[in-house]
């Protein structure tokens, strides 16, 4: 391991330009590449709640093939690549007698030709048969060699006998069934809808009593008045039409009602919200409790959260996979949370959807993060994970800005939906074991924050961590986030620990953000996806030099783990080889601590051209894609000529 890096003087920003990390003069380039070279450089950058919601930006994922690309990443263009004949699976593992459709089987069943047209192998280690003595993929696999003799499959008994159980969670056979044909007992969840329904029927009927009561005594003032007051001369005659009078309620309540119902029209939450007020940063206080509606229960029955000062890898979709939390714990995370999942495909029996829950042996503190739109839905999905998964939390996404779920109510719509948030919050405690936690942000607009306000109703259902991102929905992720404003809200905070979130990229900027603000701990997002080191340097309090060939075997090992979570055939490669290039349009913006001039990186200043200490160190700066392929290309084996990467990502984060 490379030895700590002292901090160095600090270097004028006006010698490299304004948003420029400083870099040492003798590194520097004035370009990236040369003129006749193409530059399909990586402007993208990214934001951890931007991406968690990028999976609606095409509609929901169960939606048809035949829908209109939208949103600002509609010229990505997802790459399968897969073998020219395609082999039965059951064929491919050696259970030639599970397949039952024999003759209609749409795949081959003829090993030897497919064997003929398959592709080389990549290799002669097979990463799933060292593991697990048994490879999944059989003939399909493309290291084929390593299990491969006198014509048939072999299997290490002895090894599979032994292997360790790495992965848990998923969704088994017969709960997808039960989903998919709507047989799954969700008595559980209807008892809690039933028990609100009522309370919201009363809560109605209040309203429009109230209303009623109004609009009579308005219509019982007199035709006339004295002329002893100026003011009373102008009076309302009696044949007022009582739609107008019913628009002066309105005015005077200054109400709006925002009715939320199941599809069987049954209604799930009333929403009632002031007009917004604007909230100085520096004078914060506690908005005026608000009882929850639903069924009471003890929250002091649920299982206490200790996340005191442990550190807290940020649930990341697409890149914040199962292999990449494998490589942070390795580094000393603590706390891992699984990418987000929208409740509806949950409830849908999705298994890709279900995928996402699925959890390694290392993560010994392990959530889900979940999202919907509506209480029904998110209450049941949270009884199915209660009941067939194994998770230490389970996280509420109020902070998603995508439109395609904000407009459906659902991620950081939920900061101005407050009703409806408790009611999603109570039932999932109420079908729930373990404790149930929440990530928002700031507010909606900019300027106008309001997550002061949930605080005390937080609370008061028993919430008993939250984690702020220090930006607002429309800020998305322009300037840095407003860590004064975590601090003002750490110091309304009760009971409810709270995590901060926003722009730490190194350990000082952790001490520092975490006792200036007294939050009781830091989630870290884009931060770990740069330099997945980040929390070792936490624990050991110094920079890490990391060297380009030590980088090189953190990727390796990352390929190790993609293809035994993934596979290791043609699409599981392929698979691998993708979302290795997702985290490379992050790993590039690292700058190694030995060629800059003033430590620490800031996560707003974007690196200018440079040529690393060696030529994988210049490799792995690289901006354009392709080169992000060539790194895959020494680990994984020549890509195939059909296959593009576009970066996924497009949030700026550079932008001062």
Request: a negative charge; charged letters at 30%.
């Amino acid at each position: 391991m490379s030895e700590p890096v002292a901090v160095s003087i600090t270097l004028e920003e006006s010698t490299r330009g304004k948003g420029l990390a400083p870099i040492k003069q003798e590194f520097r380039k004035t370009k990236w590449f040369e003129d006749n070279e193409v530059e399909d450089i990586n402007t993208a950058a990214f934001g951890d709640d931007e991406v968690e919601g990028q999976k609606f930006e095409n509609g929901d994922s169960n939606a048809g093939g035949n829908r209109k690309a939208r949103g600002q990443n509609k010229k990505r263009k997802r790459t399968h690549v897969t073998d020219d004949i395609k082999l039965c699976p059951y064929i491919a593992a050696g259970d030639n007698d599970k397949c039952n459709w024999g003759d209609k089987c749409k795949f081959t069943h003829n090993i030897e030709e497919y064997l003929k047209l398959k592709p080389a192998d990549l290799g002669e280690r097979c990463v799933n048969f060292e593991v697990y003595g048994r490879c999944r993929a059989g003939y399909a696999c493309r290291y084929l060699q390593a299990h491969f003799k006198d014509g048939k499959l072999v299997v290490d008994e002895e090894r599979e006998r032994n292997a360790p159980v790495t992965v848990k969670n998923g969704i088994t056979p017969e709960t997808m069934a039960a989903l998919r044909k709507h047989t799954f007992n969700f008595e559980k969840s209807e008892a809690f809808l039933k028990e609100i329904q009522a309370e919201i029927d009363a809560e109605i009927a209040m309203k429009e009593e109230n209303t009623q009561r109004r609009l009579a005594s308005m219509l019982a003032e007199p035709a006339s008045a004295t002329t002893d007051s100026p003011a009373s001369t102008i009076v309302e005659a009696p044949s007022t039409p009582i739609s107008d009078k019913l628009k002066k309620v309105a005015e005077v309540e200054q109400v709006s009602t925002d009715i939320e119902t199941t599809p069987s029209g049954i209604v799930t939450s009333v929403e009632t919200s002031q007009q917004t007020e604007v909230v100085s940063e520096t004078s914060i206080s506690p908005a005026k409790e608000e009882q929850p509606v639903g069924p009471i229960f003890d929250i002091n029955d649920k299982k206490k959260l200790n996340f005191k000062d442990k550190t807290y890898l940020a649930p990341l979709t697409t890149v914040g996979n199962l292999p990449f939390r494998r490589i942070c714990k390795e580094f000393g995370v603590d706390i891992t949370c699984g990418e987000m999942a929208m409740a509806t495909n949950l409830l849908q029996g999705q298994k890709t959807e279900w995928a996402l829950t699925k959890r390694h042996a290392s993560e010994d503190l392990f959530g889900i993060q979940i999202a919907g739109y509506k209480t029904e839905q998110l209450v049941k999905a949270c009884q199915v994970i209660n009941e067939t998964v194994d998770v230490d939390f389970v996280d509420l996404n109020m902070g998603c800005p995508i439109d395609m779920l904000f407009n459906k109510g659902g991620g950081s719509a939920l900061l101005d939906s407050h009703g409806k948030m408790l009611k999603m919050l109570r039932g999932m405690q109420h079908v729930l074991d373990p404790p149930v936690t929440v990530k928002f942000r700031t507010g909606v607009k900019d300027n106008h924050p309001t997550a002061h306000k949930l605080v005390p109703k937080l609370e008061s259902v028993g919430i008993g961590m939250g984690t702020l991102h220090g930006r607002s929905r429309q800020q998305r992720y322009t300037r840095l986030a407003d860590w004064d404003y975590i601090k003002g809200i750490k110091r309304l905070t009760n009971d409810m620990a709270l995590f901060g979130n926003g722009d730490v990229l190194s350990w000082e900027q952790y001490y520092q953000q975490k006792e200036e603000s007294g939050v009781d701990g830091i989630m870290i997002g884009r931060g770990a996806l740069i330099k997945p080191w980040i929390f070792e340097e936490i624990k050991t309090r110094r920079h890490w030099d990391i060297s380009s060939s030590e980088r090189f075997d953190m990727l390796k090992k990352f390929c190790d783990y993609g293809l035994e979570h993934w596979g290791t055939d043609t699409m599981g490669i392929n698979s691998t080889r993708r979302f290795l290039c997702e985290w490379q349009s992050f790993l590039y913006r690292y700058i190694p601590v030995g060629l800059l001039e003033v430590l620490p990186q800031q996560m707003n200043e974007r690196p200018p051209p440079y040529y690393g200490r060696d030529e994988l160190e210049t490799l792995m700066a690289s901006p354009r894609a392709s080169d992000w392929i060539k790194i895959t290309d020494r680990i994984l084996g020549p890509a195939p000529e059909d296959f593009k990467f576009i970066p996924k990502h497009k949030a700026n984060s550079f932008e001062g």
